[in-house]
């Protein structure tokens, strides 16, 4: 398979005036052509402004400092805002969490597709035609009528359908969702996400899909990164980030999940909460929350370490982890975990 | 269709409030303690020349026979007759209406001028140095009174330098235009200070709108991203302001039109207050409120324009 992407120990720190907020601190992944590549965390791990990073979206005072970002072996980082505008939208595009404020609210639905093909030399009809294929892509019923309504004649779900036809629309070859479904409801989710999957098979895109939701990365990924206090501390592929994960903070992540099997069970939480990026423990940033946690976690942090090829997990104790055990199994073909069983 | 029925619905909504404006300035001119007549002519005047006098005024009569006569006045634009410069109303208005609106017009062109690009860059590179001086600017000019700030104006660009008139007004164009340069330079700047900050504060809330992000995600330019993203949206509670103002200034700034030396209606107000040119007040106090009225049935129509989600 071929590099896609390549993300190479990248670092966005956020320098205010008496602090650095490391939300990127050495991240390294690599996307290749036509997968799903999935990056799980909690809120304010550094997901996001991971992807940002990528298209150069990172707000002020927000920074990449450090790392590369390799799209087709050319560094994004490097590139001037005119070379950058040429990767945005025609090579890589993005959707986003919000559909609510995504898109402008004064502007026609028509108006913010064309502008995807600002750069290109099409007439006005050749986009109105392209528009209205788009948007019948995505499921948007009646496009004619409805590429004339403005943002708040949408709903939620037809909003994000609107965004990832407009992120489609100069048919990138990888598409970064940046928690797509977080602000729909469950039914919606599932159609967005079911629309993406099949998207990527019939465009022949990458997706890097970033979500705090185990259940759609078991849906949708091929491969997985976990990130915790801006750093990957799990990466491998879906399959076995869910029967055998050996980051302890993975693992309490699957465990915190409702389990299929025993209803009666009670969840098991994570105690304590993500650390502050500007302040960051020593050591291990899980180890405050770890069960496992010794000396050692508390003064060295630990590399990201090869356990086979295709497995990396950030940990002092792997011996420790050796038995842990996934409380489901992903299988894609039923398309979903818990969908179907809630 | 629709904007043609909401403007229409908007205007006749109009006129009961015309009709109480009107009940109350034709009482609030009653209700002044003491006889008009006698107000008019003085102390000295003869019991004679007060009873000629409000035989003239119209004040033998009802109130309901005067109100009507009043309304009918107002209709057929005869609104009797200036006692100070013993012409008619309506024609001393036209002359100085017209002063008040080129000074608003130049005003406000003045004002665009000033705050779109100021308030754009100072909130695009918020709390720079560029952001502080503008805001502390804004600031200064909202506090310092306006009269001395025409009075500087007057001094530098009237006597020191002497380019522009220090007041009064032109008889050709030319020179109305350039006596009206510095008047609504001053009358600006208060205008500018409060756009300024609308401006750019709008700009830092929609910088940080995610739809400026997916906007730039497809690869447009920074222009098409400030033009039709960021400026398109501050706009909407930016013309609402600009209007308030607007309705503000065309009433006429005493001050300006004072220290200007300018025949504009503020000015005339004043003078007729002091006078007690009761005709030419009443016929004012109608004019502003008609103003205010149109003004803010401009700003509902223009606000439903740029912001598609104000329903008809």
């Not at chain 1, 996934?326 to 398309?335: E, L, R, V, W």
């Not at chain 2, 900050?197 to 920074?222: C, H, L, Q, T, W």
Request: with cysteine; glycine share 6%; charged share 20%.
């Amino acid at each position: 398979m071929n590099k896609l992407l390549e993300v190479k120990d990248l670092q966005t720190h956020f320098i205010m005036k008496n602090e650095v907020v490391k939300a990127v601190d050495g991240v390294s992944f690599t996307i290749y052509e036509k997968e799903t590549f999935g990056l799980v965390g909690e809120s304010g791990s550094g997901k996001s402004q991971t992807c940002r990073s990528i298209l150069g979206l990172v707000k002020k005072p927000g920074k990449v400092v450090g790392g590369e970002i390799l799209y087709k072996k050319q560094d994004v980082v490097k590139m001037s805002k005119d070379q950058l505008r040429k990767i945005r939208g025609h090579e890589i595009s993005i959707i986003f969490q919000e559909p609510m404020t995504s898109l402008n609210p004064v502007l026609k639905i028509r108006k913010q597709i064309f502008e995807a093909f600002d750069r290109t030399d099409m007439t006005k009809e050749e986009k109105r035609k392209k528009s209205i294929e788009l948007l019948k892509l995505v499921g948007i019923p009646s496009p004619e009528t409805r590429m004339e309504e403005y943002t708040h004649q949408f709903s939620g779900g037809m909003r994000q359908r609107a965004m990832i036809a407009i992120a489609l629309a100069s048919e990138p070859s990888l598409l970064i969702a940046d928690e797509p479904t977080t602000a729909l409801d469950v039914t919606i989710q599932d159609q967005i996400m079911q629309l993406l999957n099949q998207l990527k098979e019939e465009l022949g895109m990458s997706i890097l899909l970033i979500t705090h939701d185990l259940a759609v990365v078991a849906q949708m990924c091929d491969r997985v990164a976990v990130m915790y206090a801006g750093m990957i501390v799990e990466m491998t592929d879906t399959f076995t980030l869910f029967s055998t994960p050996r980051h302890p903070y993975t693992n309490a992540l699957i465990r915190s999940l409702p389990n299929q099997k025993g209803a009666n069970e009670r969840l098991e939480p994570i105690h304590g909460a993500p650390p502050n990026l500007a302040d960051l423990p020593m050591g291990c940033p899980f180890h405050p929350r770890c069960k496992f946690a010794e000396e050692i976690c508390r003064t060295s942090r630990p590399e990201l370490t090869d356990l086979t090829n295709t497995h990396q997990v950030r940990c002092h104790f792997l011996n420790k982890t050796v038995g842990f055990q996934g409380t489901f199994t992903p299988d894609k073909k039923q398309g979903g975990c818990d969908g179907e069983n809630s | 269709m629709n904007g043609l029925n909401y403007i229409l619905k908007r205007i006749l909504q109009i006129i009961p409030v015309v009709f109480i404006i009107s009940i109350l300035i034709f009482l609030m001119l009653r209700a002044i303690p003491g006889d008009p007549a006698r107000l008019v002519l003085g102390e000295k005047a003869t019991i004679e020349s007060i009873d000629a006098m409000r035989e003239k005024l119209g004040l033998n009569e009802s109130y309901i026979v005067q109100y009507g006569k009043f309304v009918k006045g107002i209709v057929s634009l005869d609104l009797g007759t200036s006692l100070t410069y013993q012409r008619p109303v309506i024609e001393l208005l036209r002359s100085r209406v017209k002063i008040t609106l080129m000074l608003t017009l130049i005003s406000t062109f003045f004002s665009l001028l000033i705050s779109f690009p100021l308030g754009y860059y100072a909130g695009k590179y918020k709390d720079s140095m560029f952001d502080q001086i503008v805001k502390s600017g804004a600031l200064a000019a909202v506090s310092m009174p306006s009269f001395w700030i025409g009075l500087l104006l007057m001094i530098l660009f009237g006597v020191k330098l002497r380019w522009l008139p220090v007041g009064g007004w032109g008889n050709t164009f030319i020179e109305q235009i350039r006596s009206l340069i510095l008047p609504g330079l001053t009358m600006s700047l208060l205008t500018s200070a409060l756009l300024i900050r609308n401006i750019r504060n709008s700009v830092v809330d929609i910088s940080n709108m995610d739809y400026v992000d997916f906007a730039r995600s497809k690869g447009i330019s920074e222009r098409a991203v400030k033009n039709r993203h960021i400026l398109r949206n501050a706009l909407i509670s930016t013309v609402t302001l600009l209007l308030m103002r607007m309705a503000y200034m065309l009433g006429g700034s005493v001050i300006i039109e004072t220290v200007f030396s300018l025949p504009g209606i503020g000015k005339l107000m004043v003078d007729s207050i002091f006078g007690r040119d009761y005709a030419v007040v009443q016929a004012l106090v109608m004019l502003f409120a008609m103003i205010i009225l149109m003004i803010n049935l401009l700003t509902d129509i223009i606000y439903s324009f740029l912001d598609p989600r104000v329903k008809f």
